[in-house]
Structures are given as C-alpha cells and as structure tokens.
C-alpha cells in the first residue's frame, strides 16, 4: 500500500447499504482504483433483491441477477465486507472523513465458519424468519440465504437459551458466545449511502384485514412464496391451508400515494404486480385467474408499457380501475374484496388469495443514521437532493442512491450507484490507485497433451430449472459421457460457496476441462471464467450448456422433454469442452481518452465528471451550440431555472482545461477496438476532417418531441406541443389572456404507432398547469389522461395541480377526445367518465403532451455497431446489470438516447455512464480476448473477401500474396471465418472441429 501525505484526500471510500446498488457503487469505485468499505446492519450482503423470486422484463431469477455481484465483491480485493455494522458517527469533510463503525456481534466467528450447517441441524430452537417475510421459522443459529455473502453463520442471542449443542459439533471452533461489540475508525475520502427503505406496514389498515386473514399477503411475502428457496419451495400455495389458489387479486397503492400513510408514489408496486401476476400464472398448475385493482397503471419505464400490454392481453390479466373498500372473510378461508368501479358502482368479489402492493418509507433506524452523519432529509424522511445534483446530499463527500434518495426501480438503483462512485472518483481522483492492493494469479497450469478431465457442475437454480428439469437424472446421466471424471448438482452454482467448491473439486480431481449446466453465458461466464483463472486454470477452458433460457424456460409445461433436452445440452458442452485449449490474452494498451457523441445536459454532464477524474474527454455535437433539447426548457417542475443550470454548465465545459467541443459535427466513421477507437468526424461549416483517437465512447444523443399530426396540430394557431407552451409561458403576455386551456395526454405515444409510454408527458402536463396558474389563478387548466403517471415525489405536485384547481378527466382510446375549429374559435369534446356523457367545452388553447421519440441515429448505430429498440432508442447490455454498458466493450450509453427520462435522471445516468468508462480507463490490466481468427496460409488464395466483410478492418493480403490478421486489432467477432469460401480462416475456441464435436453429439 502506498504512503500517503497528511495533506492528501485519502483514496477509500466508505458504502453504507449493501443491497445491489451498494454493490455496483463498490464495484464501479474498486475497478476505478480506490479502496471500498462495504458495511451492512444485515449479517449478510444482498438486500431486499435477495428475497425477490424474478424480475422484468428479462425474467431471470433475483439470485441470478445478484450473484455475480455479491460473487464478485465477496472475492474483490479492494473491497472489505463488512457485515453486523453499523456507522456509528462521521467526522472530518470532503476527502478527509474519520468514520467510526460500530460491529455487532454475531457470536460466531465468519472467518472460521466453514458454512457447513452441523450448528443449525442440532440448534434446537425456532423463531421467525425475517428473510422469508415471517411465512416460516429458521433456527436461532441461522444463515439468511443460501448464497449468503459472507457464507457464515449467525446466532440469534435473542431467542437463543445458551444450551451450548452449537458448540459442541462445531469442528471449525467458530461458536463464541462470549462475542461482543466492537468499535473501529476508519479513514475515508467520501460516503455513499445506499441504504434502501423498509417496506409498508399494512397492519395499519384495518380495513384491509391484514393481521386476521392469513390468505392476505404483502407483495414481498407473496415474492417469498414464489421463490424456489422460500418457505413454500417455489410452489404457488396460500398461507393458510397450503392449497393452490385459483384466484388471486393485487391491490394497488397500499401505504402509497394516501394522506394517511404515505403521500408519495412508491414507483415500483405496479411493474412488480404485473410481474408477480404473470409469474403466479407460470407457477401455477392449473389456469389461474388474475385481477389487478388500481387507481392509475404507472408503467413508465422502458419497455415497461409493453410488458403491460402482453400481460393484458397475452397472459390473461386482468385490470380493473376501481377503489377498493375492504377485505371481508368469505367462508372459511377466501376473501370477498368490495370495491367502487371506474363508474360509481359497488361490487364485490372472492378471491382466495390477496396481495397487498405495499410501498416504500424510510426506517426509523436510517434517519437516526442521517441525523448522525447531518445528512438532512426531505419532507418525506428521504435524502434530500438538488434534481441538478441527484447523488449530492447536503453534506459535501456525502453521497446518495438507490431508494434512500426516492422510491424507484432497479435499472435506476444501479444507474445511481455508479452515480454515486463517478462523484466519488470525481472528487478523490488524485488519489486513484493509492489505497488499492494487487490481485496476484496463481501461475497457470500446464495442461499440454494431458487427456481431457472434464467437471459437470450441473445447476438447480432453485426452480429456475430444478422445477422442470429432472436435474438428478441430468447429473447421473453426465457421469457417463466420456472424458467426464466428476459430476455433481447445486441448487444454485452461481453462488460464493459453489465457486469456493468448484474451486477445490478443480485442485481435488485434477480437472482441466468445466462444464457447467446452468443459465446463460451472457450474465455468468466471466464469473466462472474467473474461478478457473484463481486456481491457475486457463479460462477458456470452460463451457457453459444453457439449460434455461434454451430448456426449462421453453419447455416449462414439458418436463420430460426438457429433461431429455438438457441431457442433450450436456453432451454437446462436455463433447465441446474436450477439444478447448488454453488461450492466450495480450494486455491491452488504452487511449485514455473519452469521445462524448452528444452535447446535451447528459453528454456534457459525462464529460465535465471525465474530466473530473482527470481524463482528457472530447464532446462532438452536431448543432451549432452546446445545450440540445434543454434549450427549449424554462424551469424544472421544482421550480429550477433550467437556462441558468444550463448556462452554468456549458461554461464549466468551455473553461475545462481536459475538455475539447466540436460542434457542428458529424461522425461518418468509426473504428478499432475496445480502449483504441478511432473516430472520423466532419467539424464545421467547412467539414473539415478530423481523426480522433480515444479509449471510451459515450453516446448521448438524446431524442426529439413528436410533431403531431392530430388534433389540428399546425392547422391551428392555439393548438400547440408543451415544449411550444412552455416558450409561450417565458413570454407570459399572450397565456395571461387565456381563460381555459386543455391539455391532451399521450399524443403520438402509447398506441400502435409507437406503444411505449413516453415518461415525462404526465410531469410536463402538471407542471405547466402549475405555471399556468402562478400567471392566471382564475384560468381553467383541464387534464384529458389516460393514467396520471406521477411517480416518486412527483405526486406531490399532482395532488397541488388538483388542489389548486387543475381538473383531470380520463379517456381510452375508444373515444379520443375531438378537437374542433368553428370559426377560429376552438372547442374540445371529451366523454367524462363520472358523468357518463361527452362534455364540449371551449377553450383559448390546446396542448399536445407530445411524445419523446428517438433522435435518428440509424447511421450512428450502424458506424458503432451498437443496437437499437424498434422505437429507434439503444438498447443496453442489460436492463438491470448493465444500464449504461453495450453489449460492445468500452461504449456506454446515457441521457434519453437510452430512452425518455426527466433532466435529473439523465444527469445521474450520464454519471453513472461517466464512471463506467471512468473505470474502463482507468484499469490499465486489461488484456486482448485470446479469441481471434487466424489463417493458414498455405491454403489462401488472397480472395480479398476477408479483407472486404472485415467490420473492423483488420485482415490484409501482406508481401507473401495471402491474408494476414493483425491479432493486437482482431475483436474476435468471426465474420472473416464464416465468409472465407475456402475456410482458411478459424476463430480460436470456435473452430470447425469444435463445432463439428458439438454437432455430433446433438445426434
């Protein structure tokens, strides 16, 4: 470890909250070169997503989506987990904190703690467990999870009698009855506080019968029931009998969006009932009747609206907009839900199970913590922020994500988390790489001409697969394929314990060939990659046979088959991996450079926080100036004045000694490899060519309003957009003369056009009502929606704009509402939905929330090779791991290119985008994939057809008349292999035999 001046900020970083958006910000701050302290009240890592059963869109398992973080931070070598603690106090400022922790005992030692379980067998006593939401009982030395990070017991001296059996079978010595609190100080350069919320208590709410009826759940009880390590094992059964329901209601809004509870939106509880819905119905064995009861459906985020949509109209959900009065017992143990309909009416129905959508509040616990370390909390017990500052608190050095900051989904969790560290790195980059320790590798084991010894790891995944897959017979069957010399199951191999055991079966049987039989490569292969490389194996020498997404996912209602199917998979992998050989990897040499396509608030925001962290950072942008669609903006609907911000910031760019603009430019060409781009652009009026070379590219090209072709919309003078009004408004003269403005909802978005929701329609609408009625209390502002999208602390707002007067009236798009011009004169009609019959109303403007649609960028895409949605917006590496990463190294995404999002969520996005290429250039260790084309020259005949289908340009026909890859350029896609007609090219790990064995073995 380096020494360090007193005067020097101190190159560590503490993380409070280890749930996954403390474990991306430690990643993101230990892969950028600073020390991470990751601390948790929990005995264990993971948070309130380890207790999840699946996610949308992509529908993979929780765990899986977690594991390779609580995986990967578990092994980091800069980054202590620190579990059963607690900050106790915060000293000291920005780049020079003390922080004193307080860690609790756990009267069982994790370092000596083999994990083996010989404690929990004999502990005789029970108690609630916490972790499966109180549905059943663990023991009072217990473990939270079965991929726990740390993988170590605890004991609950709470309900523990001190009988001492505990102690009597452990081999490892670990039981310590006699531990106690202790107290350490730290020193740190900044704080991240991602300490989650608690969920809603619904036992609040007599009317909902909560605490008498047991067939009445939470959301997250019901996640539990579903989950294969749960209480019910993965089988959908209801609390009270163990019997299969048929039917089963959500309710919406539970400790949400109500002045008794909680006033705000809670975000997430929509997207999670129709998940749960829609995996309830895969869970169950029988048809499964769904009803979803709710005030307004808020699936806002990308893609969401289309995960609605296939729910209604391809799984069968129902949804029924009403307000839900009570829930009554019916019989001896169903449920008779009584409500009010869209149209005033009461009614009823039994359901047998019931799932209260609960929301999120702060714990008490957390704003103790705040008011220890002065971090100040808004009006509703959260961090609070500046929408231009999203991660800052109002301590400097003390930052914030996830949902302490706001209640919000996972995709913007993980985006803040790597926020969070881009603030951090931006601030303590003088002290990169000072704090940090070196991994060191085992050197690599020869394995020459030895026989293949090939390992099948074959992998429960809870239900995942276990549920469909006969995963004993898939084992017992592997262990006849040959060349296989150990075979054995897991019920979820991507956990830490499983890599520590794979680890030592590799060593124990002298394998040099793995195979494991589980999910997809997309999510898990560098994990497993990784265990081979730390035991001196070489990575490429592993296989993964999907027998998720390519079986039990497709064949869910064939369990035979996709036995049959996975038994096929395993054959081919094991046939595959006999024929792998060691690879070898070149460090890779990076331009520490950063190239910014896009000169918005996200693209400038990105560079500035680059800069920052002392890379030398290029914005291109095609207009003239800097500042893209926030040009046409007046004030946040806070109340912030968007120019002043905007100016602030194009100077802080102008003035940057590490930051290049070029505006008026365009890129027509695009090449090299991951850390080596080389970007052609045209600057100028001129078009002079320029060649920029860079490590990292950034696309920030942010997206553009819809020009209608509804609603009179530019045959009329008083028909306009809300970029249009809010232009109007900063003139104010010709709006204070208006006595009634409508305003129409989801124009150009949501329908079959473009079925997406466009996000920041809702926010617009409401916050130029509000500006409206600061100019003109009297003027009547009606609201034509279809859901009233106002989440997070955005209801707050909502409910002003019906305080003060602003009506809102629902339509569907059976009965749009008609726009008419009768003698210049314009009028809108609307069929009220209270009233029950169409309302014509005169008004002095209409105006179209427009929506966001995608900036073109089909040639952009096509230069980069980097995809995009149908809708034209790109399309991430993954929704919930990787939110600003592409699937191609060392390109990052952010701001509403990605999709549309408010001005504060594009700026924590293009932190967070800031901090994944911050990293990627800053890890100078970076190697060149072993996976490139090579030719035999003895048979080409310089056909330049390599040369011509090349994406990247590397092939050449050298002095010797044949192809030549340069292997430092190669980006090992295979496009040359499969187009050579003489198939003299091959790409290393996938040549011909490989696929030939792979093939051959399918029969």
Not at 206 to 213: C, D, G, H, L
Not at 303 to 315: I, L, T
Not at 622 to 627: D, H, T, Y
Request: aromatic share 8%; charged share 25%.
């Amino acid at each position: 470890m380096a020494m360090q001046k007193e005067t020097d900020k101190i190159g560590a970083v503490l993380v409070v909250g280890a749930g996954v958006a403390g474990m991306q910000a430690a990643l993101d701050l230990a892969n950028s070169g600073y020390y991470v302290y990751l601390t948790d009240r929990s005995p264990t890592i993971g948070g309130i997503m380890a207790q999840l059963d699946k996610t949308f869109p992509t529908n993979d398992c929780s765990m899986c989506i977690i594991s390779p973080k609580l995986v990967e931070v578990g092994r980091h070598l800069n980054i202590e987990v620190l579990p059963d603690t607690e900050v106790q106090a915060l000293d000291g400022d920005l780049g020079h904190f003390r922080a004193v922790l307080n860690n609790y005992p756990r009267y069982l030692d994790p370092v000596k703690c083999t994990g083996c379980g010989d404690c929990r067998k004999v502990c005789p006593v029970r108690a609630v467990n916490e972790f499966n939401a109180g549905l059943d009982l663990r023991e009072a030395t217990y473990i939270r999870y079965p991929q726990a990070v740390p993988l170590a017991f605890a004991i609950d001296r709470q309900v523990c009698i001190g009988c001492g059996l505990c102690g009597q079978v452990c081999l490892a010595g670990a039981i310590n009855y006699l531990d106690t609190a202790r107290q350490r100080e730290i020193d740190v350069g900044a704080v991240i506080l991602t300490v989650g919320n608690e969920v809603f208590d619904p036992t609040r709410l007599q009317s909902y019968n909560y605490a008498n009826q047991p067939n009445v759940v939470t959301s997250l009880e019901f996640e539990r029931i579903l989950s294969a390590s749960g209480p019910y094992r993965g089988h959908l059964m209801r609390p009270y009998d163990r019997e299969e329901p048929k039917k089963i209601a959500w309710l919406q809004c539970v400790g949400s969006r109500d002045v008794k509870t909680n006033p705000y939106c809670s975000a997430v509880c929509c997207m999670y009932a129709i998940k749960e819905a829609v995996i309830a119905k895969e869970h169950a064995h029988g048809d499964l009747d769904t009803a979803i009861f709710y005030m307004d459906m808020r699936t806002y985020g990308k893609d969401f609206e289309h995960y609605y949509n296939r729910a209604r109209n391809e799984h069968g959900v129902r949804f029924i907009r009403s307000r839900v009065h009570s829930i009554d017992p019916e019989g001896e143990c169903d449920l008779r839900i009584s409500y009010v309909d869209e149209q005033g009416e009461k009614k009823s129905e039994v359901f047998d199970l019931v799932v209260l959508s609960v929301g999120f509040q702060v714990s008490e616990s957390v704003k103790d913590l705040a008011r220890r370390l002065g971090v100040e909390l808004n009006q509703h017990h959260f961090a609070k922020t500046d929408p231009f500052l999203p991660v800052a608190t109002s301590r400097p050095g003390v930052y914030v994500c996830g949902t302490f900051q706001c209640p919000k989904d996972i995709p913007q969790s993980v985006m803040e988390a790597s926020a969070a560290a881009a603030a951090c790195s931006a601030t303590l980059s003088e002290a990169r790489w000072t704090r940090t320790k070196t991994k060191e590798v085992p050197p690599e084991r020869a394995v020459g001409q030895d026989d293949p010894r090939v390992g099948v790891f074959v992998c429960n995944c809870g239900i995942n697969i276990g549920g469909i897959v006969d995963v004993p017979a898939v084992r017992e069957y592997a262990r006849t394929l040959p060349h296989v010399v150990h075979v054995e199951d897991n019920l979820y191999t991507c956990s830490q314990d499983t890599q520590v055991k794979i680890s030592g079966v590799i060593e124990k049987y002298r394998l040099n060939r793995v195979v494991v039989a589980a999910c997809t490569p997309l999510t898990h292969e560098s994990m497993f990659r990784e265990t081979l490389t730390d035991v001196g194996l070489n990575k490429y020498l592993f296989e993964m046979a999907n027998i998720r997404n390519q079986d039990s996912w497709v064949h869910m209602k064939e369990p035979d088959r996709a036995t049959a199917k996975a038994k096929d998979l395993v054959r081919m992998a094991v046939a595959r991996a006999s024929l792998l050989k060691p690879l070898l990897e070149k460090p890779l040499e990076i331009t520490q450079r950063a190239l910014i396509i896009g000169g918005g608030i996200a693209g400038m925001t990105a560079a500035l926080n680059l800069a920052d962290q002392g890379f030398e950072s290029i914005i291109i942008e095609k207009e003239k100036e800097l500042g893209g669609n926030a040009r046409h903006l007046g004030r946040t609907i806070e109340g912030l004045e968007v120019q002043k911000f905007l100016n602030r910031l194009i100077e802080r760019v102008q003035a940057h000694k590490n930051l290049q603009v070029l505006t008026q430019a365009l890129v027509v060409g695009f090449s090299g490899y991951k850390g080596n781009f080389t970007t052609e652009v045209l600057v100028g009026p001129g078009m002079y060519e320029r060649k920029i070379n860079h490590g990292a590219t950034i696309v920030a090209t942010g997206a553009q309003e819809y020009r209608p072709r509804e609603f009179l919309y530019g045959e009329h003078e008083g028909v306009m957009t809300l970029l249009e009004l809010g232009q109007k408004i900063s003139q104010r003269y010709e709006v204070a003369k208006w006595k009634r403005v409508a305003m129409i909802q989801c124009v150009g978005s949501r329908n079959a056009e473009n079925p997406n929701c466009s996000r920041i329609c809702c926010q617009g609408a409401v916050k130029y009502a509000l500006q409206l009625k600061d100019i003109n209390p009297d003027l009547e502002v009606v609201i034509l929606y279809r859901d009233m999208r106002m989440y997070g602390f955005l209801e707050d707002y909502y409910v002003a704009a019906r305080n003060r007067g602003v009506m809102f009236a629902r339509y569907d798009l059976d009965n749009l509402p008609l726009v008419k011009s009768e003698d210049n004169d314009l009028s809108v009609t609307f069929n009220d939905h209270v009233l029950h019959r169409p309302i014509k109303m005169p008004v002095d403007a209409v105006v179209l929330s427009a929506a966001t649609r995608a900036a073109d960028t089909e040639e952009l895409a096509s230069l980069l090779k980097i995809p995009r949605s149908a809708d034209g917006f790109f399309i991430e590496a993954h929704a919930k791991l990787r939110p600003v990463d592409f699937a191609s190294e060392g390109i990052f995404l952010c701001g509403m290119a990605h999709s549309p999002k408010l001005i504060n969520e594009s700026i924590a996005q293009a932190m967070a985008a800031a901090s994944r290429a911050g990293a990627f250039l800053a890890d100078i260790r970076q190697t060149i994939s072993g996976v490139i084309a090579y030719v035999e020259p003895d048979r080409c005949a310089a056909c330049l057809v390599c040369v011509k289908t090349c994406p990247f340009g590397v092939p050449r026909i050298n002095e010797d008349n044949v192809s030549e890859i340069n292997t430092a350029l190669c980006q090992g896609c295979g496009t040359c292999a499969s187009e050579c007609p003489a198939k003299v090219i091959q790409l290393a790990h996938y040549e011909d035999e490989k696929f030939k064995a792979n093939i051959m073995a399918s029969f």
